[in-house]
């Protein structure tokens, strides 16, 4: 079983910076596929970032050039960093995590273990 907490999540102007963390307990980050995912009030739970068991790393088009995802093994940490924020990334932020060596690493991957979410609100 796998844990996931995530935060760093809070209010900011548009234009600002987040930092969001996702850490992990209960059994290693590593060979893994995972992601960020975002939920918009009154809007489908959506894939912003995922990062392969290579780090090999794909973002939603919406994100591109402002969020950057990475991961440390060592510290069995996850995070996000999201940049030039917009109103339109208001949202509750969920890290997820596949099972080790599993096949397949997209937005559309059963992910097995979820974090509780964390709120990003960004006000125009």
């Known amino acids: 079983q796998v844990r996931l907490v995530e935060s760093g999540g809070g209010s900011v102007q548009a234009g600002g910076s987040l930092r969001l963390s996702c850490t992990a307990s209960g059994s290693t980050l590593s060979d893994r596929c995972m992601a960020w995912f975002r939920q918009a009030p009154g809007k489908e739970r959506e894939a912003v970032a995922i990062?392969?068991?290579?780090?090999?790393?794909s973002y939603a088009d919406s994100v591109k050039g402002r969020f950057t995802i990475s991961r440390d093994n060592t510290k069995n940490a996850m995070y996000l960093q999201m940049n030039s924020l917009k109103h339109e990334d208001t949202g509750i932020y969920y890290c997820a995590a596949k099972g080790r060596f599993s096949r397949g690493c997209s937005g559309g991957s059963a992910f097995n273990y979820w974090g509780q979410g964390t709120q990003v609100t960004v006000s125009s």
């Open positions: 990062s392969d068991e290579t780090g090999t790393t």
